[in-house]
């Protein structure tokens, strides 16, 4: 099973600053990666797969990059809606399985 | 619009079994596959395994394999997913969503407490 690792497991940032979140895979996933938003209470919503492209309707502050095993989710500028906890997923074919971090929670600082 | 709305809240005992249901609608319900996700109180997000609603084919999780069981009914647009011999901690929010690969559209999560 690739494991993926999510760092760091909390960040405090306050609103309008830029939060860098990181997430590191086991071994290679190629660009098989998605990030989700999860809110209390609330169902996840995908923000972005394929490593690097925006899902329907997520604004333009929320980029995605990297490839292999490290990757890494951007916020250029944090808006109070922003405040939530954010995992990664990868879904590589080998081996069979899609496996999520940990999460990584963005709060106010 | 997209939806996926899910089975209400359950209560089971150790050893039973829960079948989840995913009614999805505002999309040809054949053209993707449904998985299943589960959330722990507290916890982190657990893959459970995909169903092409396409062709029924399946892959599981393989920590619940053979306790796991996910079909459709076309005519229905609706996903199941069946779990057996629950345990304490199978105690979870579980979650539908579309796709295979990575998931777009979410159900808003079934309750399932396992408690004696």
């Known amino acids: 099973e690739i494991v993926m690792t999510q760092s760091p497991a909390t960040l405090s940032v306050s609103p309008g600053e830029r939060a860098t979140l990181s997430c590191r895979a086991s071994q290679s996933v190629s660009s098989n990666l998605a990030w989700y938003q999860q809110k209390p209470g609330q169902a996840p919503r995908l923000l972005i797969y394929?490593?690097?492209t925006r899902a329907t309707g997520i604004p333009a502050r929320f980029s995605g990059s990297g490839s292999g095993t490290e990757f890494t989710l951007t916020i250029s500028s944090l808006q109070s809606e922003d405040f939530a906890v954010y995992y990664c997923q990868q879904y590589n074919n080998w081996p069979p399985g899609k496996t999520f971090g940990q999460g990584t929670k963005v709060e106010i600082k | 619009q997209v939806q996926l709305v899910q089975s209400g809240a359950e209560v089971k005992k150790p050893g039973a079994s829960v079948k989840v249901s995913c009614k999805a609608s505002g999309y040809t319900f054949t053209s993707y596959g449904i998985s299943w996700v589960r959330q722990a109180p507290g916890q982190g997000l657990e893959w459970m395994g995909w169903?092409?609603?396409?062709?029924?084919?399946?892959n599981y999780a393989q920590k619940l394999q053979g306790r796991v069981t996910m079909t459709t009914d076309t005519s229905t647009s609706t996903a199941y997913m069946e779990l057996r011999s629950l345990r304490s901690d199978d105690t979870a929010v579980y979650y539908c969503?579309?796709?295979?690969?990575?998931?777009?559209?979410w159900g808003q999560g079934t309750l399932v407490t396992v408690s004696s």
């Open positions: 969503a579309r796709g295979m690969d990575h998931f777009d559209y």
């Open positions: 169903i092409s609603a396409y062709n029924g084919n399946t």
């Open positions: 394929g490593a690097s």
